[in-house]
């Protein structure tokens, strides 16, 4: 399987990770659908889970280069956006899900975090290398 067919399928593993803990946060908010009133909210506390299960994610296929952490995050951004719009879709909610502003905090969340990993990865490196020599 070559390096990208990975990211992917991994980006798929984070949309549906991302997915499950949106549902459960809004289960925690008492909806079962996509409510107009109250889904900023909800999404935007799913940022917090989705930049968590994307950092990980980076974690688990060691991110190190910028150039792999740009690349994740936007494969994974994209299929996010997929995934978001097909529930969307489905619930009758599309429009709302992209004029409501928690949306791009949830999609902004999974774009950064490969790289937040990358920079906290690299500064621990650069302490280890240092602290050798």
């Known amino acids: 399987m070559k390096k990208w067919e990975r990211d992917v399928l991994m980006g798929w593993i984070v949309v549906l990770l991302v997915l499950v803990a949106h549902y459960v946060i809004t289960v925690s908010l008492g909806n079962t659908y996509f409510?107009?009133?109250?889904?900023n909210r909800m999404l935007w506390?799913?940022?917090?889970p989705a930049f968590l299960i994307a950092f990980l994610a980076a974690l688990f296929q060691k991110t190190n280069t910028l150039m792999l952490a740009v690349r994740r995050g936007v494969i994974w951004t994209a299929e996010?956006?997929?995934g978001f719009s097909l529930?969307?879709?489905?619930f009758r909610a599309f429009e709302t899900l992209f004029v409501t502003p928690g949306a791009y905090w949830v999609f902004g969340a999974?774009?950064?975090?490969?790289l937040v990993y990358l920079f906290e990865f690299r500064r621990q490196n650069?302490?280890?290398k240092a602290g050798a020599h």
Not at 35 to 39: D, G, Q, V, Y
Not at 45 to 48: A, I, K, L, N, P
Not at 87 to 90: D, E, L, S
């Open 35 to 39: 409510a107009e009133s109250t889904l």
């Open 45 to 48: 506390f799913s940022s917090f």
């Open 80 to 82: 996010l956006v997929v």
């Open 87 to 90: 529930v969307a879709w489905f």
């Open 110 to 114: 999974v774009l950064l975090a490969p």
């Open 126 to 128: 650069r302490g280890t």
